[in-house]
C-alpha cells in the first residue's frame, strides 16, 4: 500500500527518480569483486586462443609453417588465412564499407597484424604455440606519414583495391586515397576570405591515441554442434549489432546466435567494432565444438584494436577587424591506418566532423576530408566522443585562440562576440546541423566570474613581466575552451550502422508488488546505467528507483537497440525509457479511473499515483495498480502492465559547456602544474548529479592524458614506440588535476524528459582546453600554435625553440 503518511517531499525522496544522487547500485558488487566479466566465463573443456602478430608494418608474408607449434604439448589447431578462406571468412567487412584481413592474406599492413590463430588447452600452450610457428617475411616499403600518402610515388599499401577507381564513399583519387567528403558552400566560402579584414591558417593536428579501457577487448564463443546455436559472451558496447554482423558474416540464422555482453571494464569507442579474434575464436568453436576464449594482452590492444583521432586540419577563419568571423574553412586529412575500419554512422566517413563550426555562428563553411590509407593499426573509433566531435572541437577551438592572438582579443572575448545567440536556436549551421539548444553566453559568463578571470588576465601580465625582468623561469597558461557536442545518433533520417536505423529500445515489466524489470538496447561499460535508468522509471511512474531492476546486454532478452556509444544512451534509450514508462501510465490511468469510478480525465497524476481532482482522499498509488492489472483489471482489458517503446528520435541533443584552465610551466623543465581546472556542463535536464560529476571527473581526466602526454607514435619503419603503459600515458590520481565542476541546465525541447548526453562532453571540452593553456602560456614569447600532446619534453623544447631556454 501506499504510505499516505508521509509528506509528498517524503513520498518524492523515497522514488530517488530524477535529481537525485543515487548511489551507483552496481558499485555493489564491483567494490566487492563480483563482477562477472568475460574472463571469468570459465566453460567445462574450454580451449584458448592467441595471435601470432608480424612484427613488420609491411611485409609479404612468404610462408607460414605450423608444424613446430602443432608439435607443443596442448597445441589443438594453427588457423591461418588458408584455413578461413574455407569457410570464407579470410577478410571481414568493416562498418566503414571497407573489407579487412580477419588473417594475414599475402601481406601485412601494420605491425602487430594478425598473421595466425593458435587454438590449445590452455592459454599457456596457446603462447608457446604462436612462439613456436615460423612465418617468413619480405619486407615492404613502409608508409607512415600521412602527408607522404597521396604523393605519386608512394608504396601502394590495398593491392586487393589497387584497380578500384570508387570506394565507399565516392571516387578514389589514388591507390591509398580512401574517400573525399566535402560539406558547405565553397564559393560563398572562398568570397568570405577574399573580403576578409583578417585570415588565420593553420595546420592543427589531434595525434593518433587510443581508449585503452582497462578490460581489454575479449570473447568466449561457443557452438553446440547438436542444436547449432552460437553463443558469444564478450566486451560488447553493441551486442544486437554483433549478433547481426555475425549472422550476416557466418551465415548462421540470428536466432541461433546468442551475444552476451556480461560486466564491461570500460570502453570508450574500443569495444564497439568487430575484431579478428571474434572470428577466429567462433570458427574455432565452431570447428572444435568446444568453447574458445580470446583474450587480448594490453600490447595487442594498444598496437592492434582500434585507434582514435589521427587528424591533421588546415583551418582557416575569415573575420572582420572587430572579431567577428565571416567565414571557416577546413581541409582534413585523415588517416584511417591499413583498413577503413572506421567505426562512424555508414553515411558519414568522417563521422560528425561538420560539427566544426562550434559554438560560433559563421554565415558560412566549407570542409573537404581526405580519408587515407597508411602502414598503422585500423580503427578510427570515437575515443570517449561522438564520431569525430572531439577533433571538431580542438579544430575550432584552437583556431579561435589563434584568431584572438592575431586580432589581440581577449580568446573569452572573441567567443562572447561570436556565439550563437539564445533567440538563434533551433540554429541551423553552416555545415548543416539544426542545434536544439543553448545559452552560451550565460555559461560562459558564469565560467568567467567563477574562475575570477580578470583577476588571473591581470596576474598572467604581471608573470610575463616579471619573467622578462628574470625574475621567474615559470610562465602561466590560462586556457579557454567553449564546445558544442552533438550526440545521440541517431534520427534514422541520418544515421544507420550496416543498414540498420540507429533508433533504441526499452521494455518495462511491471510486476504484481509494483517491482519490476526494464530491459535495454544499451550496454553500460561502467557509466552507472542501473542506477540511472531506474530514476527516469521512477519519476516517471512512480515506483521506486530500488524496486526496478535494470538489465542490458543480452541480445536474447533485451529489445533490439544499436547500444551504448558517442553519448548516445541518454538521448536515444533515456528517451525510449521515458516513452515505455508513459504508456504503462497510460494503461495505469485506465485502471485507476475504473477503480475510482471516474473518468480518466477526472484522474491527476501526483508523484506516486493518480488522484481525483479535487477529492484529495480519492487515492490509488502505482503499487496497487500494479497489483489489480493482475488480479482483477478493468472488463475488456488485458491483464498485466508492461510496454515496449522503440524510441527514433527526431533529432540530435546538443550539449555544450564551457572550461578554463590555469597552468603554470618551467620552461627549464617544461615541468607543468595545473593549478586549477573548472567545467561548467550544460546537458539540459539532469537524471544523477552525482554520476553526471563521475562521468565529468572520468572525461577530464582522458582529456587530460590526451592532451598532455597520451599518443600512439610509430617510428619510420612503422614500429609502434608506444606500445604498453610505460610509454603510454594513463594518468593515475597522483597525477590527475582536482576538477571543478559545475553546470547550468537548458533542456532539449524535443527529448521527452528534457535530458541530453554528457559521458563525452568532459573529452571533447577538455582536450582544447588544456592546449590552449600551454599555448596560452608561450604566446607572449611568439608562438601561434604548439602541437600535442604536450608533455615535458616537448614544452621544454617549444620553450627552448622560442628562446626562452639558452
Ligand atoms: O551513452 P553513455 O551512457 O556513455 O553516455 P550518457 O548518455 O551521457 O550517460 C552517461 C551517464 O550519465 C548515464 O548513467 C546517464 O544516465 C547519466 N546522465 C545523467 O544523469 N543526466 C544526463 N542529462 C545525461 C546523462
Not at 30 to 39: E, L
Not at 388 to 398: G, N, P, S, W
Not at 597 to 616: A, C, M, N, S
Not at 788 to 800: F, G, S, V
Request: with cysteine; proline share 6%.
Amino acid at each position: 500500500m501506499n504510505d499516505m503518511s508521509l509528506t509528498r517531499e517524503e513520498r518524492e525522496a523515497k522514488l530517488e527518480g530524477m535529481g537525485c544522487k543515487r548511489k551507483r547500485v552496481e558499485d555493489i558488487r564491483f567494490t566487492q569483486g563480483k563482477g562477472n566479466y568475460v574472463d571469468d566465463v570459465k566453460l567445462p573443456g574450454m580451449l584458448h586462443g592467441d595471435f601470432v602478430r608480424s612484427p613488420h608494418a609491411h611485409a609479404r608474408v612468404k610462408s607460414i609453417n605450423s608444424e613446430k607449434a602443432l608439435k607443443v604439448p596442448g597445441v589443438l589447431a594453427v588457423i591461418t588465412a588458408e584455413t578461413l578462406k574455407t569457410v570464407n571468412l579470410a577478410w571481414m567487412p568493416t562498418l566503414a564499407g571497407d573489407v579487412q584481413m580477419v588473417l594475414a592474406d599475402g601481406k601485412v599492413l601494420f605491425q602487430n597484424q594478425e598473421v595466425a590463430f593458435v587454438v590449445a588447452t590452455d592459454r599457456y600452450a596457446a603462447d608457446d604455440g604462436v612462439a613456436a610457428v615460423e612465418v617468413e617475411y619480405e619486407p615492404l616499403p613502409v608508409l607512415v606519414d600521412p602527408f607522404k600518402a597521396l604523393d605519386p610515388d608512394a608504396p601502394l599499401l590495398r593491392e586487393d583495391i589497387k584497380d578500384k577507381k570508387d570506394g565507399a564513399h565516392g571516387p578514389r583519387k589514388h591507390h591509398n586515397h580512401i574517400f573525399e567528403w566535402t560539406v558547405g558552400d565553397r564559393e560563398l566560402t572562398d568570397a568570405a576570405f577574399n573580403k576578409a579584414d583578417v585570415t588565420i591558417k593553420e595546420m592543427i593536428s589531434y595525434h593518433r591515441t587510443h581508449p585503452s579501457p582497462l578490460e581489454t577487448c575479449q570473447c568466449v564463443c561457443s557452438f553446440d554442434k547438436v542444436k547449432s546455436e552460437l553463443t558469444i559472451w564478450g566486451t560488447f558496447q553493441a551486442p544486437h549489432v554483433i549478433r547481426t554482423v555475425v549472422s550476416l558474416i557466418a551465415k548462421l540464422p540470428e536466432q541461433k546466435i546468442h551475444v552476451i555482453a556480461p560486466d564491461i571494464g570500460g570502453g570508450f569507442g574500443n569495444k564497439v567494432g568487430a575484431y579478428p579474434g571474434y572470428i577466429c575464436a567462433a570458427v574455432a568453436s565452431i570447428v572444435t565444438g568446444k568453447p574458445v576464449k580470446w583474450v587480448e594482452d594490453r600490447i595487442e590492444n594498444l598496437t592492434a584494436t582500434s585507434f582514435a583521432r589521427d587528424y591533421h586540419m588546415t583551418t582557416e577563419i575569415a573575420a572582420t577587424k572587430e572579431g567577428k568571423v565571416t567565414g571557416l574553412r577546413v581541409h582534413v586529412l585523415a588517416d584511417h591506418g591499413a583498413f577503413d575500419a572506421c567505426a562512424d554512422p555508414s553515411k558519414w566517413p568522417a563521422g560528425f566532423f561538420n560539427i566544426v563550426t562550434g559554438s560560433y555562428d559563421f554565415p558560412v563553411a566549407y570542409l573537404a576530408v581526405d580519408g587515407i590509407y597508411t602502414n598503422k593499426a585500423p580503427g578510427g573509433v570515437a575515443y570517449r566522443c561522438s564520431f569525430r566531435v572531439t577533433e571538431a572541437a580542438y579544430c575550432i577551438e584552437r583556431a579561435m585562440d589563434i584568431l584572438a592572438q592575431k586580432l589581440d582579443m581577449d580568446p573569452a572575448e572573441l567567443r562572447l562576440k561570436n556565439f550563437v545567440k539564445p533567440e538563434q536556436f533551433p540554429y541551423h549551421s553552416a555545415l548543416g546541423w539544426e542545434y536544439d539548444s543553448g545559452d552560451y553566453h550565460t555559461a560562459m559568463r558564469k565560467a568567467m566570474e567563477s574562475v575570477k578571470y580578470a583577476e588571473l588576465r591581470q596576474e598572467q601580465a604581471a608573470k610575463r613581466e616579471a619573467f622578462k625582468r628574470g625574475e621567474t623561469r615559470e610562465i602561466m597558461g590560462i586556457g579557454v575552451s567553449f564546445f558544442t557536442e552533438i550526440v545521440g545518433a541517431g534520427p534514422s533520417k541520418n544515421c544507420d550502422i550496416l543498414g540498420i536505423a540507429m533508433f533504441d529500445s526499452c521494455e518495462i515489466r511491471l510486476h504484481p508488488t509494483g517491482a519490476g524489470i526494464a530491459r535495454m538496447g544499451t550496454k553500460s561499460q561502467g557509466q552507472g546505467h542501473e542506477t540511472t535508468w531506474a530514476q527516469i522509471i521512477a519519476t516517471e511512474i512512480g515506483i521506486p528507483a530500488d524496486n526496478i531492476m535494470v538489465e542490458e546486454g543480452n541480445t536474447d532478452t533485451a529489445p533490439y537497440g544499436l547500444g551504448t556509444y558517442g553519448s548516445r544512451s541518454t538521448p536515444v534509450a533515456g528517451a525510449a525509457i521515458a516513452m515505455a514508462a508513459r504508456k504503462i501510465k497510460a494503461k495505469a490511468q485506465m485502471i485507476a479511473a475504473y477503480k475510482l469510478e471516474v473518468h480518466e480525465d477526472d484522474l491527476e497524476w501526483d508523484i506516486d499515483g493518480f488522484r481525483v481532482k479535487g477529492l484529495p482522499e480519492k487515492f490509488l498509488g502505482m503499487k496497487d495498480i500494479s497489483w489489480i492489472a493482475y488480479n482483477s483489471p478493468p472488463p475488456g482489458m488485458e491483464p498485466g502492465l508492461e510496454a515496449v517503446s522503440y524510441y527514433d528520435p527526431p533529432n540530435m541533443t546538443y550539449p555544450f559547456g564551457a572550461y578554463i584552465c590555469v597552468m603554470d610551466i618551467d620552461v627549464d623543465t617544461g615541468v607543468y602544474k595545473v593549478r586549477r581546472f573548472y567545467a561548467l556542463d550544460d546537458c539540459g535536464t539532469r537524471i544523477n548529479p552525482m554520476i553526471i560529476e563521475g562521468q565529468v571527473h572520468g572525461g577530464l581526466t582522458e582529456a587530460f592524458a590526451i592532451a598532455m602526454g597520451q599518443e600512439i607514435h610509430y617510428d619510420e619503419t612503422g614500429n609502434v614506440t608506444t606500445g604498453s603503459f610505460m610509454d603510454f600515458f594513463v594518468p593515475t590520481a597522483v597525477e590527475t588535476p582536482k576538477w571543478e565542476t559545475d553546470y547550468t541546465v537548458t533542456p532539449s525541447p524535443h527529448h521527452p524528459i528534457g535530458a541530453k548526453g554528457v559521458g563525452e562532453s568532459p573529452n571533447v571540452g577538455g582536450v582544447p582546453c588544456f592546449s590552449n593553456a600551454v599555448n596560452d602560456a608561450f604566446s607572449f614569447l611568439g608562438s601561434t600554435h604548439i602541437q600535442m600532446p604536450h608533455d615535458y619534453w616537448r614544452n621544454w623544447k617549444a620553450a627552448r625553440e622560442l628562446g626562452a631556454v639558452g
